[in-house]
């Protein structure tokens, strides 16, 4: 049992250029998200789903668009990247209704 | 605004020293507090749900615990393994899928 699968685990941009990072989940969640991790921030919630075809915004959703088109993906697409979103993301998935959220291992972004 | 806040920053310990890691919290309505362990380099690892003041959970060394307005997350006779970072956050009621985290505890066992 995979749980939940983030592809790729670390990667360099350069501003403005685009990409997508991938995530897999195969515990039939409807609940999905993607959050960001910045030292001294916390984790900040940047979109989330509650099913497929269902996307809503978080915190921090300014650059990034997702969109769910299956039970078991959530890709996130940085549009434009700038140093700024330089970070490290976390995909996570749940049941939902206060269910805990089971994490991703992360993808570490650095953007130059 | 829901908030949550972590005390303290860091914590040092000697092997099988117990303590508590505090989680204040402001929430409106809340539907759950989580605590997760994140180790260096990996993603948060899911511990204990509460729910309502009151409510209590264990699991192996550790012990969560619940009020109005904060959380402890007690650990008993650590052991070195025990080294991570804390996280805690909240859920608010009304449908919201967000959590709001805090920054975390780090937490040191030395043997």
């Known amino acids: 049992n995979a749980g939940v699968t983030q592809t790729p685990k670390f990667q360099v941009l350069k501003t403005g250029q685009s990409m997508t990072l991938q995530c897999a989940q195969d515990?039939?969640?409807?609940?999905m998200s993607w959050y960001r991790q910045d030292p001294g921030m916390g984790l900040r919630l940047i979109h989330y789903s509650v099913g497929a075809g269902i996307t809503d915004q978080g915190e921090v959703p300014n650059g990034y668009n997702v969109s769910r088109s299956t039970t078991e993906d959530f890709p996130l697409r940085l549009l434009s990247a700038a140093p700024s979103q330089t970070s490290v993301y976390f995909c996570a998935s749940s049941y939902g209704q206060g269910h805990g959220y089971t994490f991703g291992s992360g993808t570490r972004l650095t953007v130059v | 605004e829901d908030q949550v806040t972590q005390s303290p920053e860091a914590l040092r310990l000697q092997e099988g020293e117990s303590s508590s890691l505090n989680c204040s919290y402001t929430v409106s309505g809340l539907r759950g507090l989580f605590w997760y362990r994140q180790d260096p380099g990996k993603g948060p690892e899911f511990l204990f749900t509460l729910y309502s003041a009151g409510e209590e959970k264990e699991k192996e060394r550790l012990k969560a615990t619940l009020t109005k307005k904060e959380s402890f997350l007690h650990i008993t006779a650590p052991k070195p393994e025990d080294s991570a970072t804390y996280l805690c956050a909240v859920q608010a009621g009304g449908g919201s899928e967000k959590l709001v985290f805090g920054k975390g505890t780090k937490l040191t066992v030395n043997p």
């Open positions: 515990m039939n969640h409807e609940y």
